[in-house]
């Protein structure tokens, strides 16, 4: 035994603690670069230091400051939000559902947001409300309820992983099911408009609809935040964490509360991106550990940086025109994934 | 803390589980709870560590319920994949005390479990990636971080070695005796249970078979009605009893139903 005050262990463990606080701030670093460049992107030519200057109002140049402030700004930064809010619930989703393949998007909530978009869609014209009000609306609110359905009903069969996952399955089937059935009924309009939404996309970003997903993100966190050492604990397993004195089922119901709010306001908003969610996690996996506090932030900073370089690369596909930023994604997500998944020695999961 | 358990009740699933069990436990003693598959040591120690609803009077001391971090748990079950280095699930033995910084003091009694257990040399590495033995150390270790009052273990010998297994069941009598913990755990085999606990507890399908000092409680009946197998039980130079099976029982009968050359059932 070291008689020391501070015993190797625990200052080599300090300096992993630092490491890790590095890695966060270069993905920080990288997630602003991609920021920029993002916003520099776009039929007209911006240089990412003219981009610079009007985020920074350094300089004052009336057409740049139209596009950047307008246009532009609305929609990075709404890649930002969007990707970090997946990335987050993605990486509580993993950990309280017990799942490597867990993401926002398990439970059915974004085939409910789906639905309620298509609803609204087709039978919009009953509305008194704009179809770009109702649709986000609609969305959020059966993302909402096949949140509600599934927390119910997993909380009767005791917040196990494996009833919360058989319930969310079950209503993703069931909430697909009834779009595809109003896809079946929808004038071939309103069925371009069903599939083009589904498709997900950045472009519906304003500034109101930004100012709801962060503010969110903003009061989630905290609440995160504060569980990172029982969501660390849970990763030991139910029984363990329970012997360490969690209560393991609230824990549970708490988080997945938490998650599917942010879910709920992610889609409604852009439509289903839903592969960042699974990845984001991962990367920030590999990279941090699963020691929540530098975990949660690592996946959140990782989804934006995702959604980020994907908000890029769907604006250089097609000059000129923007391509669907969940195509996107996967296509580009899913090899580099891949690689990153088949050139680790370790076993993450 | 005082251990005292009267007429402790379980029910599972529909199912009883214990029927009213009653011992009691003293501080700076071991307690081993031994007991065929299936007769409620488990149950027991998850009731004692009040994961478990019960009815029945448990008191710790003069109180009826301990507080969550004076009692230090081990699960049987010791798997997991979480990407966390071996100092961070001994850390989480102090899991009420820490903050989004963690203190000097949590950092130096997760650092004093892992020497004391004897495997700061794993401090890094990934639970995942160690042996169950290894695991098995570990998780005594964040055990000991917790710094309880009370250690309940549920077959913390089953994963280890020859070598291991004496080295932690003689670690857990040290720190019981150094500390002055109350200590209960389940074992499987007799002759480490007799020659390591201070008192033996004996459950059979939820009730207390019996319960005492080795000597008195282990002998050739207890085995044949409790285990169903037919043994020699002799004593040793220090008056310690040692079990040698012979062979299993047939139900009902008193003797073995196949004889086992080997002398093992």
Redesign the interface.
Known sequence: ??GS??????S???R?ARRRRAALGIVAALTAVAFVVDVATGPAFLSPMAVARSILRVTEDRTVDTIVWSIRLPIAAMALVVGAALGLTGAVMQTILANPLASGYTLGVASGAGFGASLVIVFGAFLPLGEAEAIPLSAFLFASLASALVWGIGRSRGSTPEGLVLAGVALLFLFQALTSLLQFVATPEALAAIVFWLFGSLTRATWGRLAVVAGLVAVMLPIL?LD???L??L???D??A?????DVARLRMRSLAVVSVLTAAAVAFVGTIGFVGIVAPHVA??TL???Q?FFLPGAALAGALVLSLASIASKSVVPGAIFPIGIVTALIGVPFFLVLVMRTR???? | MKIAVEDLRVRLGGRDILHGVGFAAEPGTVTALVGPNGSGKTTLLRALSGMLPHRGRVRFGTRATAPREAIGYMAQDTAGRAVLTVFEVVLLGRLSRLGVKVSEGDLAAASRALDVVGVAHLAEAHIGELSGGQRQLVHFAQVLAREPKVILLDEPTSALDLRNQLHLLDLVRRETRARGLTTIVTLHDLNAAARFADRLVVLHDGRLARCGVPETVIDDDLLAEVWGVAARVTLDDQALPTVIPLGALAAGSSRPAAPAPGGLA
């Open positions: 035994m070291t005050a501070t015993p190797d262990h625990a080599s463990w300090r992993l935040a990172a050492w029982k660390t604990a990763k030991l397993g029984e363990k329970r012997a360490l004195g969690v996996r590999m550990g699963e020691d506090r370790r076993a993450y999961w």
